[in-house]
């Protein structure tokens, strides 16, 4: 394929400059390390404002220019890192990225006025975009597209960590060091992540040498957003009805309309190389837009409600971190568990929801507003990451290699516009003062609606109407009366809520369990469980529909033991849905009566061939065929009986080498001319001792990762350390699973050695 990169390999790569081996863990922990700065240094920022108003003179409309300039230029510098990633090599651009982060950071300890301060803070957020969109595409880029689910999770997790210690931390840190060794400090990390970098982390695989994927298309969405960021955040300042509000909104909405038209323009062929597909993008927007918008509710919101009941600041703080240790602990559920990113969202959208319904009742009296606070904010830090994480994850899996960079742009900017539109509220402004207790609680109704909407965008319009009926009734009741009756009742409310909800989601998964159960019931009972040892020979198989859910495809598979010795048959027919797995149900019954009945094996495979032809007529589809392997094994040699219909060739794996089989292949089956007498003869094969036969469909072969290339079976068997059955299908159905980010085709495996 012209233009596009061999994705990084998992495994141990050379250090720069060295000859050793850097493990996948270390490259993920210092990515790790190195992103959480972008959520340190806002904390730090936010904890330095009183000190440096009183050195500096900073005012609040210097931090808000500083802020909304910050934003717009990170939407651009996000695009145009991720893309230098692509060209120039993740590793050389994430070290230019901390380079410029170090000084910035270092022009802000030596900052003499307003102006220069504003300015590095400017450079700052700008450095801390380009560092963090750098890690994001250097991770994916060196884990398989399966693995990213995993590897997302425990970084996501680590980052959520480092939120709780900065937001904990950062007001102690700058009390007790003052604004400039803070920032000195800041330099100082940003400098040796840069040398840690250099030191540990490999470039992440070959250079993609294409040009962007589609210029105008990609200037015009970047245009969309810095416009759209613009205009939320001036809006509050200028008024709605300005001008200028009004021209940097016709301008996100025209630059929307290009980047649209021109995806149309292109030919169907480029649109399918060169894009994410539809739902998946989607996913991936709406739920960066509800992670940035209910961070900013929560940091506006929180601190209000809890002081309002005499605690401390500290308190307030602790309570506010609450909403990254629920973002780790959800992290790490989806580390550990494959969520998808349907049950994320249909699961943490209405958590996330009730919890901000929750959150005022809650914290209205001292004698809870601790422990009730904490763990609702928990709460809603459990739900949005449950929610965005899966459709995080699932988002840099699909996106083709040599695009990953300016694809990987798309999950920040989409947080930082979420951001922008929480700070378009009347109350969140970045000149306004605190919000009162009534304005904060209407920011809490605010974002619950917007979760609600975020539930109706990613496809659970049940869940979305009932979470959107709960913050009605937890506003309504609210409004009308906030005494502590009340407040139960708005508890109650929104628990009957919570339990429509949770019978709704029981209801599913009982239909689904019945679904499972009758699909592997139908599996197990058109393709019969390959038995680890029969006759001579020790076996393992591995059966892997496309189609989840369903159990059975194309694909066949058995192994039978007869009066004529062990045989196995693997084969693939043409076609999908019930069709195939009808003429799959016809060929297994044909082979196990003719296996018993027929002592050559060739003619096994002429009743085969007549089987598919009778299907073929019967139902009026002369391209009906199947491709087909039939083995052979009897008495303690090694030799094997081979009948190849146009099927793949099997593989000898063994200790010093994989190898292809040289067996002569007739035509598939269902084209007739394996009935004359003597047509098909077997091919006789020897197992070296210790090697292990493996048969396959070409689902496996052909699975692709998001850029297209195939799994390359032969590679990956190398780094099989015992070459047993079990063990060669354990790793192969691991592996093509960490390969490819979805199946489209079924799988099925045997493999076969002596007892």
Known sequence: MTGTTTPYRAGAAPAPGSGHAVSPRVIGLVLALVAALYVVAPAMNAAVAPLVHTDLGVTAEDNAVAQIAGACLAIGVLAVTGRAGDLKGRRATLTASLAALCLGSAALAVSFDPATYVLGRIVVAAALAAVFVSCLAFMATVSMPGRIRRIMGGWLAAMSAGFVLAVNLAPHAAALTGWRITAALMAAAAAAALLLVRRLLPEAGPLAREALPDAVRTVARVLCAVSLAAALQLAPLWGWQDLRVGALLTAAVLACAAARARALRRAPERRRAEQVPGAVWTGALVAGLALGFTQVVLTMAVPTLVSAVGFAGWITALVLSAFGVGGAAACLLIRHRNVSPLAGASLGLPLAALGLALLHALVDHASHALVGGFAVVTLVGFGTMLAAAPQMA????????????????????????????????????????????????????????????????????????????????????????????????????????????????????????????????????????????????????????????????????????????????????????????????????????????????????????????????????????????????????????????????????????????????????????????????????????????????????????SSGEFYPLAERLVSVGRHTPDDLVRHLDDDVRDWTHHLADDIAVIALGPR
């Open 394 to 705: 699932r988002f840099l899996a699909a996106v083709p290699r040599p695009h990953l960079g300016v694809n990987a742009a798309l999950l920040p900017v989409a947080i930082l516009v979420g951001t922008a539109a929480a700070q378009a509220l009347p109350y969140t402004s970045a000149l306004g003062p605190m919000p009162l207790p009534t304005e904060a609680r209407e920011l809490l109704w605010v974002g619950t609606i917007v979760v609600a909407v975020a539930a109706l965008a990613l496809g659970r319009p049940v869940v979305a109407l009932v979470v959107a009926a709960a913050s009605v009734l937890q506003y309504v009741m609210v409004d009308a009366d906030t005494s502590q009756p009340m407040s139960v009742i708005v508890a109650l409310g929104v628990g009957a809520a919570a339990g429509a909800v949770a019978w709704s989601r029981r209801e599913q998964t009982e239909r689904l369990t019945r679904t499972r159960e009758t699909a592997s019931a139908l599996q197990c009972a058109v393709l019969h469980p390959i038995p680890s040892r029969l006759g001579g020979l020790r076996l393992a198989g591995l059966y892997r529909p496309a189609t989840a859910g369903t159990a059975i495809g194309g694909d066949f598979l058995e192994a039978l033991d007869t009066p004529y010795g062990t045989r196995i048959l693997i084969g693939d027919v043409r076609g999908k849905g019930l069709q195939a797995v009808q003429t799959v149900t016809d060929l297994l019954g044909c082979f196990r009566s003719r296996a018993h009945e027929t002592e050559d094996l060739g003619e096994v495979a002429a009743s085969l061939d007549r089987q598919v032809r009778r299907a073929a007529l019967a139902r009026g589809d002369e391209e009906l065929f199947a491709t087909a392997l039939l083995l052979q094994h009897s008495g303690p040699s090694q030799d094997l009986h081979v009948v190849n219909c146009g099927h793949l060739a099997p593989l000898e794996v063994g200790p010093a080498r994989t190898r292809e089989l040289d067996v002569p292949a007739v035509l598939p089956l269902g084209f007739g001319l394996l009935d004359a007498a003597g047509a098909v003869r077997p091919h006789q094969v020897s197992l070296d001792p210790g090697a292990t036969l493996l048969t396959h469909t070409d689902g496996l072969s052909e699975a692709r990762n």
